[in-house]
């Protein structure tokens, strides 16, 4: 973006901030090439990307009002983009965290023992059977690893559960 296009950015979002509606338009036309390009290069994943962008246009008109008018609107916008791409990452790289997934538990050992062969398949079943005792929400919870605060914390949930299944009917 030159000089000229910064400047008239800086004056709609001015414009925006102290609430004419029509400046919307422009705010967008300006910012959003812009966003898309930076949540690019931010997020690798082209639809994680696209969804920061989106989001970031989303919060940018929710708190256009706090926006100072002394300060730089690219600069301002840039910040807010940044912060989701943030949020994007941490959300992504929690997704990967500790569910059970099918595969996981059927994965064997190859230079694994015929008696350790025996123990697992037996701790599968039984594992198995634990499993199917349990909700559907729980189990969806601890083997299809899906994200965020709520599930996390029902997957939390649901694994204690298992763990005193398991206890009541295995021992320690």
Known sequence: MDANGRASLCVALARLAGGDRSAQRPVFDALWPVLKAFCRRMVADPADAEDAAQ??????FEQATDYEVERDALAWALELALWECRTTLRRRSRSHEGALSPAALGVAD??????????????EQALAASLSTLSQVDRSALV???TGATWR???ERALTRLKLLWRSEHGD
């Open 153 to 155: 914390k029902r997957r």
């Open 144 to 146: 299809d690893g899906l």
């Open 55 to 60: 989001k970031t246009v989303i919060r940018l």
């Open 110 to 123: 190859p230079a694994e023992s015929p008696e350790a062969s025996a123990a697992r398949a037996e701790l």
